[in-house]
């Protein structure tokens, strides 16, 4: 499966940004997708993740629990991360992952995930 990130940009603290992922190749219904992210001079983290044939199986990490929402648009073969209320340490390069294998407890773990986006900047400013 092919991945294709966009939506980022440069948005003021207190704002929303909504990103894509946009998969080619086979369902994005059959993988559990991830969102992570990777500030400047620190290492990849993980941001959110929905199971394989699910629309409300999701986890998040605490830093951004209550503010994303990540779903899916099967139609579209699309993946969404919505982000409200953004703070300057959201910045980041955000990148969507896919694998067909990975459970929902392991899905932190971008090791785990074999297809990857190209990444998409998100700048929030103070």
């Known amino acids: 499966v092919q991945l294709q990130a966009s939506g980022g940009g440069l948005v003021q603290a207190g704002g929303s940004l909504r990103l894509s992922c946009v998969a080619s190749?086979?369902?994005?219904?059959?993988?559990?997708m991830g969102w992570f992210r990777q500030a400047p001079g620190k290492e990849r983290e993980f941001v959110a993740a929905?199971?394989?044939?699910?629309?409300?199986?999701?986890n998040y990490a605490d830093s951004v629990k209550g503010r994303f929402t990540i779903s899916r648009d099967g139609a579209k073969n699309t993946v969404y991360l919505q982000m409200n209320s953004l703070k300057p340490e959201d910045t980041a390069v955000y990148y969507c992952?896919?694998?067909?294998?990975?459970?929902?407890?392991?899905?932190?773990?971008?090791?785990?995930?074999?297809?990857w986006g190209q990444g998409t900047q998100v700048t929030v400013s103070s």
């Open positions: 190749g086979r369902p994005v219904g059959g993988y559990a």
């Open positions: 929905i199971h394989r044939w699910s629309s409300s199986s999701s």
């Open positions: 992952a896919a694998s067909s294998t990975v459970i929902l407890s392991e899905s932190r773990s971008g090791a785990r995930y074999p297809y």
